[in-house]
């Protein structure tokens, strides 16, 4: 089966109940869209599979990866996807090393996208005014969203061959595209 986004939301919805998972969830979800239209992939599958990356995290957070396949088996996920899942957390949780375009790319915007949606927050304008020059004076402060690993997103930056500016770029443009759902539409009037 081919994973649809609709399908990751139906399951999604049966494991986790906090709701800054599911806006996590969304966050990677459209950051993995762009990436994927970057590497001329199926936007709709990456989603997908970026909205289902931490269904096991909720029920699981001192085992997390290690739950994903028998969560998403019995729902008819390809192998392939649960395994891309469980690279998210290569050399954290799991020793499954991202191979793929899809893998490398969850690897590295899982990451970074809560050091967007940090810094976003903090913009009258949300995530509709950010720039890459903004965000990236972010990154460099290691106390600014500190519990986001920039060793791990700078590592997939490596295992893509882009650069930090170039992913950052990508994962801002995805995440505008739900700028309103993930509550970064700002409060200018």
């Not at 088996?73 to 954290?92: F, K, M, N, T």
């Amino acid at each position: 089966m081919t994973l649809t986004l609709n399908k990751a939301a139906e399951i999604l919805q049966k494991h986790v109940t906090e709701e800054h998972l599911f806006q996590h969830a969304l966050a990677v979800s459209a950051a993995m869209g762009a990436m994927a239209a970057h590497f001329d992939a199926d936007a709709e599958h990456w989603r997908a599979v970026g909205y289902l990356h931490d269904v096991d995290y909720e029920k699981f957070p001192e085992e997390h990866c290690l739950h994903v396949e028998e969560l998403l088996e019995p729902e008819g996920v390809d192998s392939a996807d649960i395994r891309a899942i469980q690279s998210h957390g290569y050399g954290l949780c799991t020793d499954v090393e991202p191979i793929s375009d899809m893998e490398k790319s969850l690897f590295t915007v899982d990451e970074l996208t809560g050091i967007i949606l940090a810094a976003s927050l903090m913009r009258p304008a949300g995530i509709t005014s950010l720039n890459v020059k903004s965000l990236m004076k972010k990154f460099k402060d290691k106390r600014f969203a500190a519990k986001c690993s920039r060793t791990v997103i700078l590592q997939g930056c490596e295992m893509l061959n882009m650069d930090i500016a170039e992913v950052a770029e990508l994962c801002i443009q995805g995440m505008q595209t739900e700028a309103e759902a993930l509550g970064l539409g700002g409060n200018e009037e």
